[in-house]
């Protein structure tokens, strides 16, 4: 029988070396490794300004603390996302306004998102969910139309680094862009995140770069490295930070995959077009969105597939049933209202018909750039023969 995890690290001796490099170095914090991640992120995503920290969870609430969301204002996000999106906000003391998803789509509906905006209404936090962008011009259109440009667009791009919107790759379409590169992203440095962002003065700040930084290492005016010249121990606190900073071993790891990243990109892609091209044969698919014909491309990130007329309880039979097979699987995602931090708070997955229709019948397959072409085709094979055992 095979073996086929679901989304293991794709390291070799680049990155291993890499890291053994900054080991030996004596400097394993943050440091001039950090720095060059940074400026090769930016080259990378065509933006202006890159803060890395510790993960993406950290990213989208340091952008929160920095620009002085608090209780009493609005976030508006989904319920389709992963608990990161919506806990950022609860940390602020807010209680997120949840956007239900169009019918067949994992992304927010846009119609209704234009009934949700108040006058208390400050960050809106979209989701490139699976990896393929949300539509930008859409919600910045609808800022537009109802005189509220002022409003933030923060997105959660932890899956999306490497897409593309409108052929220009994603980073600094929206004032914020928070990507993460956790041990199961597409490009990892084991725990990690960045934000990218075009506006140096957005908000009117002086030094928006300097700012995100210091308050990402607990407030104080000199980082470590400054500290640690010659006479320059003395420093300031300028505000409650957070400790969220990146350290030079993630940064190393970083810029080894970015290295290798493009050829990772278009391993997943084949991957994924393998899976199409299997499934897609099948009435019963329901094929993601990962690419349209103007210029807008996944990251190949998540494979969300779903089997038309199937019920929670079939979808985890399949899940069952692949996995005795040697295939792990898994689903993206229970939408929030249905967790118990959330019930609690008082949503309600009733509220949100469209997302429990999606999640329902969603199951996603295994996609890393370690990943045989053989083994994926295994896995459409034997996701197809599993199905019809069921239906």
Known sequence: MKNIPFSP??????????????????WITSGPNLAKFEEEIQEYCKVNHAVALNSATAAMELILKVLDIKEGD????????????????????????MCDVAKDSFYMDYDKLKTLITDKTKVIMPVDYAGYPADYDRIKGILKELNREDIIISVDSAHSFG???????VGGQCDFHSFSFHAVKNLTTAEGGVITYNDNNFAEK?????????????????????????GAWEYDIITDGFKCNMTDINAAIGRAQLKR?????????????????????????????YNNNE???????????????????????LIKKLAEKGISTNV??????????????????????????????????PVYSTLSLEDAEYVAKETVKAIKEII
């Not at 030094?207 to 308050?215: G, P």
């Open 9 to 26: 690290p794709d390291i070799t001796e680049q990155e291993i070396n890499a890291v053994v490099e900054v080991l030996k170095s004596g």
């Open 206 to 230: 002086e030094d928006l770069s300097k700012e995100l930084k210091y308050t990402a290492l607990h407030g104080q005016s000199k980082d470590a490295l400054s500290k640690m010249q010659a």
């Open 261 to 289: 990243y493009e050829e990772m990109l278009k391993i997943r892609k084949a991957i994924f077009e393998t899976y199409t091209r299997i499934l897609e044969k099948e009435d019963f698919s329901i094929i993601p969105l």
């Open 295 to 317: 210029g807008t491309e996944s990251s190949y990130h998540l494979y969300t597939y779903r089997v038309t007329g199937f019920k929670e309880e079939q979808r985890n039979l």
């Open 163 to 169: 897409a593309t919107y409108k052929g220009e790759k």
């Open 332 to 365: 993206h995602y229970k939408p929030l209202p249905m967790l118990t931090l959330y019930k609690n708070l008082g949503y309600k997955i009733e509220d949100y018909p469209n997302a429990y229709a999606q999640y329902e019948n969603e199951i996603t397959l």
């Open 74 to 97: 609005e976030i508006i996000t989904t319920p389709y996302t992963y608990t990161a999106t919506a806990s950022v906000a609860l940390h602020r003391g807010i209680l997120p306004v």
